[in-house]
Every structure is written in C-alpha cells, then in structure tokens.
Nanobody, 120 residues
C-alpha cells in the first residue's frame, strides 16, 4: 500500500518561507494526482493545494493562492509545497495524499505530517 513521508516543516517568522517535501512509496506515484492538506489545533483538516499526475494543472485554496506553489518530480516519487509570505494562520500540521480534485483518495490513511509554525 501507499506510504507517505512528509518533511521540511519548522519554525519561521511571519513573511518567511519554507519548502515541504513528501515522498511516496508502495504505489505508482505518477498515476495519482497529489494534494497537500493541513490541520491546525482544534480545526478540521483542510485542503491546501493539488497537482495533476503530470504536473500540468495545479489548484489552490483561496487562502494560499499567490503565496504557495505545489510541484512534483515523478522520477523521485516526490511532491513539494513551496510556501512564501507565511502568516501565523498558516501554522498547522501539513500532510500530503493522493487526491481526486480536492478530495483525498485515501481518507483513512495519513502520514505523520510535518509541523509548520509561523510566529508573528
């Protein structure tokens, strides 16, 4: 089955940048659209961004549009999330997963996630 390992989170000041990575194994990575989601304490998990199987199409939540960029390297089974102009409200645990549109294909499986904390 698919295994997802996220990394790259950390503590950053508002206005700063981070790049998250997610490595997938156990499946045929290039056959899945991939997405990033995040969950802040006390909140439900929410969609952040998605990218098509060949990387030609991307889609973003309004809250991150213009600040975040999703990309992928199929040869490395890796999807990235470049986050710029970070805001305290971006603080959350970030997860990647295969998606259809903005819906997780594996709603009962999530990796360990990576914590992003943005200080004001």
């Amino acid at each position: 089955q698919v295994r997802l390992v996220e990394s790259g989170g950390g503590l950053v000041q508002a206005g700063g940048s981070l790049t998250l990575s997610c490595v997938a194994s156990g499946g045929t990575f290039r056959t899945y659209a991939m997405g990033w989601f995040r969950q802040a304490p006390g909140n439900e998990r929410e969609f952040v961004a998605s990218i098509s199987r060949n990387g030609g199409l991307t889609y973003y939540a309004d809250s991150v549009k213009g600040r975040f960029t999703i990309s992928r390297e199929n040869a490395k089974n890796t999807v990235y999330l470049q986050m710029n102009s970070l805001k305290p409200e971006d603080t959350a645990v970030y997860y990647c997963t295969p998606v259809k549109g903005d819906t997780p294909l594996l709603p009962d499986y999530w990796g360990q996630g990576t914590q992003v904390t943005v200080s004001s």
